[in-house]
């Protein structure tokens, strides 16, 4: 069961996709939140898997919220839910640690697929918003929080497995990363993964 927490400062977009979601066996709405304090509140009494957060919010926006969340709860989803598609908004938030980023004018169907695709380990930008995604040095798609770890990691010469000990995460969610990094740096094999991982140095 994929557990949810939705954050929407709109009561009625809230609604509209827990109707949306009531017909998926798999995935319960365990929380929802009109602001950002109230958001960090559900996350910290149920412990969703994945957060749906809007960007601005009262109390405290989303990009803060998803750095608490990220902060204390790494395992944790979230995917951002926004108007906003500039190239900005979109690199705050990939900074914050996002997983996903959809757009609220995209139908119900796009926020299933964003909830299963980071549920599998996947990253999920809306089709809108490619255009508008931030680019690393290499010019390809921006590596999330998690994705940076893992490459650092990696050029530390662990394992997936010493990886996924070390994040406490499973082994299939470290190989899945993995492939997206390859798939965004235009990477081929490990080898080339782990070149690129003993050059570049990521803090955390």
């Not at 609604?15 to 798999?26: R, S, T, V």
């Not at 950002?36 to 601005?56: C, F, N, S």
């Not at 695709?117 to 290499?138: C, H, L």
Request: charged share 30%; net charge negative; hydrophobic share 40%.
């Amino acid at each position: 069961m994929i557990r949810l927490a939705i954050a929407e400062d709109h009561q009625s977009l809230i609604d509209g996709i827990k109707i949306f979601l009531e017909y998926e066996d798999d995935i319960k709405v365990v929380g929802e939140a009109n602001d950002g304090e109230k958001l960090l509140e559900i996350v910290h009494a149920k412990k969703p898997d994945i957060v749906l957060t809007d960007i601005r919010m009262p109390k405290m926006d989303g990009i803060t919220a998803t750095r608490e969340i990220k902060k204390d709860y790494p395992n944790c989803k979230v995917i951002a839910f926004s108007m906003f598609e500039q190239e900005e908004a979109v690199s705050q938030m990939t900074e914050a640690g996002v997983d996903g980023y959809i757009m609220k004018n995209s139908s119900l169907k796009v926020v299933l697929a964003a909830i299963r695709a980071v549920m599998n380990g996947e990253t999920f930008f809306d089709d809108s918003i490619k255009s508008a995604e931030p680019k690393n040095d290499e010019g390809d798609l921006p590596l999330s929080k998690r994705e940076k770890e893992i490459v650092a990691l990696v050029g530390q010469g662990k394992t997936s497995q010493e990886i996924a000990d070390l994040l406490f995460i499973g082994k299939t969610t470290v190989d899945t990363h993995r492939k997206n990094i390859l798939k965004k740096l235009s990477l081929h094999g490990k080898s080339e993964l782990l070149r690129y991982s003993m050059e570049r140095k990521y803090d955390f």
